[in-house]
RNA sequence: CGGGGCGUAGCGCAGUCUGGUAGCGCACUUGGUUCGGGACCAAGGAGUCGGAGGUUCAAAUCCUCUCGCCCCGACCA
């Protein structure tokens, strides 16, 4: 096994895995594992690299350092149910906010919720075709209704089969239209604007948690409208709702923009997003929005006598976003060190951590911290009462500080005998590095804590648009537009593919052939066509005109 | 679904080639020393080596099958 890499043997070097925290020491080496268990290790080593409390970092694997934030952070795990995850608190509590966020933007814009099955009649997925191809192959089908014990087993009891059997939503459209046409009878019952909350089933092939799971929690909207105009109002209003929140909320910004014919939703007119660029430099679709036509109405029935007494179908829309958007913030704002929660939806936004060494100063530090959480729990910021945790574990200082480092808590506040005596508090900033932190008096922190996370947020913000701004440009050759995604040669063609190319901007005719041979030459396919005028041009692969440039880039 | 890789203590791994019945670091528990900090010393708890068959006196190790996870593709509303 020459060459093989043995730590600790006639070595001068510590080997590091996956540990859940790197040395203290700068200058160390460090390592991780790639592939195979032997031979195939790569060890890295770096003198000049910090220590990070991820490993790998971002550059050195973007896939397996989103798994380690996952893991560092306590967001979620995998389920003993293949491709399905397990929610945990601290990444339920983010989607709990997004949630709650959501449903009043929702309510404010006179939807009302509701909830419908999680089984759909197979018959019903059959109603509308394009529906059909688009959704069958992934679906989850219930066709028994009991079990029996055979051979110390429990089987489907062959005498319980359904008559028809259940498909797990997908998606409601279809169930939801079969109501919407008993609920609808006269233009009097529009607009119908409905939203549920709920989760859904989709068989995929290839897993990864938060941006792409067999189960996921979202909401969906579905609306129905007395004029296709109206519909469309809707459709684009649900998008500006998406983009929003997506700006205001998860400090990530997004591109509005139409989907082509190949990326539109199965049974849609047109389908609209909102597309984000993650640290990776891929998009990531984190919300859509449907107009649906007549399709759904004409499949499910759902027609309405307008005001001169005709008989007409409906026109409808549909919207979600997901979990997934826990995966985007993850991939737009996580570093080195860990999460970074935008501090609007962070689970907390405050994190007092007593330094409480000698016993007969634990008691006094405990209730200054205790006040001061009292205190800091009656400022507002982004709409409600500040979120602060208290972390009095009987554990060492810094192992707790490289937890909540981890967690991406916007601020950390170390508080020992000497801030009491000076009445301020020791305060880190998760924008800032983990060392960079200040002295602040306890007055001043607490009057200006909500300005404080505000900048974080906006800092994010910032920092988001920068790098979507770097790493977007205008393609106009065919031939830059190869080099743009084609990435550097690997000497392993089972190594993770390096970090290059972006958003590029570039002229399309809207050939369908040139899409698809862009798609199998570089995997890269056209996110979105931005909404608003642009300036018209030629395509720059098939030299024909082209009204305005679209967005083009690997994705997610 | 194709190609590649990996499943050994909570986490990260060694041990597998050359079968002899399990080890390291971190975490955990206890005691002590430390203490504005991701400490140190000592003792300790924890694993039917993913699962099922098979070969063998003997299997983490060899063979077959299977499940799961990861990477590269394909697919992706």
Not at 93 to 113: I, P, S, Y
Not at 481 to 508: L, R
């Amino acid at each position: 096994m020459a060459g093989r890499y043995q730590p600790g043997r006639g070595t001068t070097c510590t080997l590091y895995r996956y540990r859940d925290r790197p040395p203290r020491a700068t200058g160390v080496a460090r390592a991780f594992r790639r592939g195979g268990r032997r031979g195939t290790r790569v060890a890295i080593m770096s003198s000049a690299k910090a220590a990070t409390a991820i490993v790998p970092t971002r550059s050195d694997d973007y896939a397996e350092w989103y798994q380690q934030v996952v893991k560092a952070a306590d967001l979620a795990e995998n389920s003993p149910v293949r491709g399905c995850m397990v929610i945990k608190p601290w990444g339920y509590a983010m989607w709990e906010n997004m949630q709650r966020v959501l449903d009043g933007m929702f309510k404010d814009t006179g939807h009302v919720n509701a909830y419908f099955p999680l089984f759909i009649p197979l018959s019903f997925l059959e109603k509308e075709a394009a529906h059909v191809e688009g959704f069958a192959k992934e679906c989850a089908v219930v066709t028994h209704h009991r079990l029996v014990a055979k051979d110390g087993k429990l089987v489907p009891d062959p005498a319980s089969q359904l008559e028809e059997p259940l498909v797990v939503r997908p998606t409601s459209e279809t169930i939801i239209g079969e109501m919407f046409a008993k609920w609808v009878q006269s233009y009097r019952d529009l607009p119908l604007l409905i939203n549920q909350w709920a989760n859904v089933v989709r068989w995929e092939m290839r897993t990864r948690l938060f941006l792409r799971t067999a189960e996921f929690l979202w909401q969906e909207g579905h609306t129905a409208h007395a004029t296709a105009d109206e519909a469309v109002v809707e459709t684009m209003k649900m998008l500006g709702v998406y983009a929003d929140f997506a700006e205001q909320w998860m400090a990530t910004p997004v591109i509005q923009g139409e989907k082509t014919a190949g990326e539109r939703f199965p049974g849609a007119v047109s389908t609209y997003c909102i597309e984000a660029m993650m640290q990776d430099r891929k998009a990531l679709q984190a919300g859509t929005s449907h107009f649906l036509g007549q399709n759904f109405a004409k499949a499910s029935g759902i027609q309405f006598l307008d005001d001169k007494g005709v008989l007409q179908h409906a026109w409808t829309t549909s919207w979600g976003v997901s979990t997934r958007l826990v995966g985007s913030m993850i991939m737009t704002h996580a570093d080195d060190d860990g999460m970074v929660c935008p501090p609007k939806l962070a689970p907390a936004h405050v994190v007092i951590l007593p330094v409480t060494h000698k016993p007969e100063d634990r008691q006094r530090v405990l209730d200054y911290c205790h006040a001061l959480k009292a205190e800091l729990r009656q400022q507002q910021f982004a709409g409600g009462p500040l979120r602060v945790e208290l972390d009095d574990r009987d554990l060492r200082g810094g192992d707790k500080v490289w937890q909540w480092i981890k967690k991406g808590v916007p601020l950390r506040l170390e508080i020992g005998p000497r801030d009491i005596d000076k009445d301020s508090v020791f305060v880190g900033r998760r924008d800032k590095a983990p060392k960079d932190k200040t002295s602040v008096g306890r007055g001043e922190f607490v009057a200006t804590v909500a300005a404080t996370l505000q900048s974080i947020q906006d800092a994010m913000l910032a920092r988001a648009k920068a790098f979507r701004a770097e790493h977007t440009r205008d393609v106009d050759s065919k031939a830059d537009f190869y080099a743009y995604f084609t990435p550097p040669k690997q000497k392993d063609p089972n190594a993770p593919t390096p970090i290059h190319g972006g958003f590029a901007m570039a002229h399309f005719s809207g050939d369908v052939a040139v899409e698809k041979q862009i798609k199998d030459d570089l995997g890269v396919t056209v996110r979105c066509i931005p909404l608003g005028e642009g300036e018209a041009g030629t395509c720059p692969f098939t030299g024909k005109p082209s009204a305005k440039r679209v967005v083009w880039a690997k994705s997610y």
